[in-house]
């Protein structure tokens, strides 16, 4: 070999700038996400639409914690929900007075399940924002919805069996757990974020390069493709993202029952919660694989402007999912946004 060969020898124009393309179309599309979502926050904050619901105490004898406050959606959900946890407390509460069978108890824990998700939380974000940066199908978000559900119930279970059961904590204790949880599953929802939108930003460069006269840089790398969504490291990512925040409506449930002394009873009510929980957030995925198939016809019309839009239609959509895991978990940690258990 030759001291010329053994020279460093200088890397091609697109080794350096294609990286550098990528984070600039991933700050872009972000910056793009974060505007639209602060623009859409302020607009439904003018019309009354939004109502920040007061501070409730879960561990309120008989939960007179949850009294409904506030208007527009916020004040109706809190108004069903108080309907809810009155008939969970009662079901509890017959089955120690008047020996009455799990079946009630369960039955309201899953209707409860199935209207507590359509509020905030529960992986909805992420799962969609993440069925739409990737391929995947209707069974496929049925199945992280469920897993994600039931992964909730058992965090909250776990909680709860630990610090209440076993170490015979206080609430409080509970509380700061729970809310350290909480910042754990945002971190870990940002990070996927993160993930998806280096992939597609790789991909959106793909698309807008395609076809580009010989000797243009183009970006090489490879985008999230249909295999690699269903890689189980991705998946398993995507199901701790969105099911290691503990339930709340569990938590406050499997607590009542062990004031009753019947934990057993709230651990099937918490697991009767995550099934009604799947079914909101399954459908939900099963509209956004819907809608994202009618985009994509759409697109695959105008032919290389129809791919380009597609791919920066998935591009927003992993910015989606990164933006919402900062701002949840910067809110959190400012103390700006209530946790599960405020």
């Known amino acids: ?22 984070i600039g179309i991933a700050v872009l599309a972000t910056s793009i996400v974060a505007t639209g979502l602060m623009v859409l926050g302020s607009l439904l904050a003018a019309t009354g639409l939004l109502s920040a619901p007061a501070p409730r105490n879960p561990f309120a004898t008989g939960m007179t914690g949850f009294a409904p406050t506030g208007s527009g959606i916020g004040g109706f959900i809190l108004t069903v929900q108080a309907h809810f946890y009155a008939a969970l407390t009662a079901a509890v509460q017959a089955m120690r007075t008047e020996g ?22 529960h992986g909805k974000g992420v799962i969609s924002g993440y069925i739409v940066a990737t391929d995947g199908s209707i069974g496929h978000g049925l199945a992280l919805s469920l897993a994600a559900a039931l992964l909730q119930a058992i965090v909250a279970i776990s909680v709860v069996t630990v610090f209440a059961v076993l170490l015979k904590s206080t609430a409080a204790s509970i509380t700061t757990t729970a809310r350290i949880i909480e910042l754990a599953s945002f971190a870990a929802v940002a990070a996927l974020g993160a993930v998806l939108l280096w992939f597609k930003a790789g991909g959106f460069i793909s698309a807008t390069t395609a076809g580009a006269p010989a000797g243009r840089d183009t970006d090489s790398s490879p985008s999230l493709s249909n295999g690699e969504a269903r890689d189980w490291r991705m998946l398993a990512g995507v199901i701790l993202a969105a099911g290691i925040r503990p339930c709340s409506g569990a938590i406050i449930l499997l607590v009542f029952a062990l004031s009753q002394d019947l934990f057993t009873a709230g651990v099937a009510g918490a697991l009767a919660m995550a099934l009604g929980t799947s079914i909101t957030t399954g459908t939900l995925a099963s509209l956004t694989v819907f809608a994202k198939g009618l985009v994509e016809r759409l ?10 839009a597609f791919a920066g239609f998935e591009l927003l959509a992993a910015a989606f999912v990164l933006v919402l895991g900062l ?16």
């Open 1 to 22: 070999m030759s001291v010329a060969d053994a020279r460093p020898q200088p890397q091609p124009a697109h080794a350096i700038t294609a990286p550098l393309l990528r």
């Open 100 to 121: 009455a069978g799990i079946t009630a108890l369960a039955t309201i824990g899953f209707l409860y399940g199935i209207f507590h998700a359509a509020g905030p939380g």
């Open 299 to 308: 697109a695959s019309r105008r032919a290389r402007a129809g791919r380009i």
């Open 327 to 342: 701002v949840l978990f910067t809110g959190m940690w400012a103390g700006s946004l209530p946790g599960a258990l405020d």
